[in-house]
């Protein structure tokens, strides 16, 4: 049956206007229509039609750090070990709630190794043409250089070879991108050089693959994004240098800003000395002050920012894309930045041109909130109803 929205405001995230009086006919799973009520047709006999005065309409949101088969919260990292099948059903809870709160693209970042291929590819294969769940573009598992990360979650590399290794086979197991873990052994030191990641960069990029890397330190930061992977994850020290390369080369950076909001929260919602101690509540709030100039400074130098939550590999919630806009703009964008960060920027990631975007002939994948996202983020909180 057709459904005609009436009366609405759009959130396109190009601007920091909305545009106002719109009405939008979804057929199927298709926008058949939209532009301002007054050029609306005549609704069908079978249209049914939603008063949507008042409500914002705000594309299907893109979480562009996440981990779908973890759960999150204050003991996120000892989940990773659990069950298979209880990995699998918490993938399934996540995919539901996100859905609910706007979010309807899903770039999982790593998950768990099992039965030798990465959870996250067979989460993203079940969840193929089902409008009850969001779309999937899934790395593999994370490859890091030996002993840094628990073997249990990882696949290890002790050198230049094996990590092209592992690249291939994360590849060849069907990953949509490969996801390289740049920090320690030693915090100072990337654990490989500019050029051995030159080197698997131009091996997915043959292949058509993307290549990210968490970085949550400068040197490996700075060897990924000369080795030429395609985003930064999580970014939270960068300089003034490194920026203007990012911005000249079009990577990304996802900051997950969240998950250090979080952290802080649960000083007050535990009793986990991680949280609570003195020292470690001031190292929080170091580390929170500079992330937040590490995007000040990417804004400022025009590198592409795209919103994640790094919900499940991290502490944030799958339903928590509203967190992680709020926090954006606390760094530095102007509301309507963060939402396009929040949409079409992460769509753009992706390389699908129809996700985080509302227009005629392209997908149903928007919901509808009270309150204006583009001027107040927490407007995002306040979902009435999901397309």
Known sequence: MPTLYRHAAIAHATGPDLVLEQSVLVDGDVIQWLGHDDDASEPGAETDIIDAAGAAIVPGMVDAHSHLTGPGGAQWVTRFDDPTDVLLGVAEDNGESALRAGTRWFRDVGAPRRDDRALSLTVRDAWIGRRDRPYVRAAGTWIAKNDVLPSSICVEAADADALVAAVQQQIDDGADLVKLYLDGPDKDTSPWTAAEIERVTNLAHDQGVA?????????????????????????????ADLVQDMAARGTYVVPTLAVLASWASFGDTTSMERFTDPDNRSTIAERTDVAYESVRLARTAGVKIAAGTDFGGGSARANQMAWEVECLVAAGLEPHEALASATWVGGDLLGEPDAGRVREGGPADFFLVHGNPLSDPSALWRVWRVS
């Open 211 to 239: 290549v990210t890397a968490h970085a949550t330190v400068l040197p490996g930061a700075r060897a990924g994004v000369a080795g030429g992977v395609d985003c930064i994850e999580h970014g939270s020290r960068l300089d």
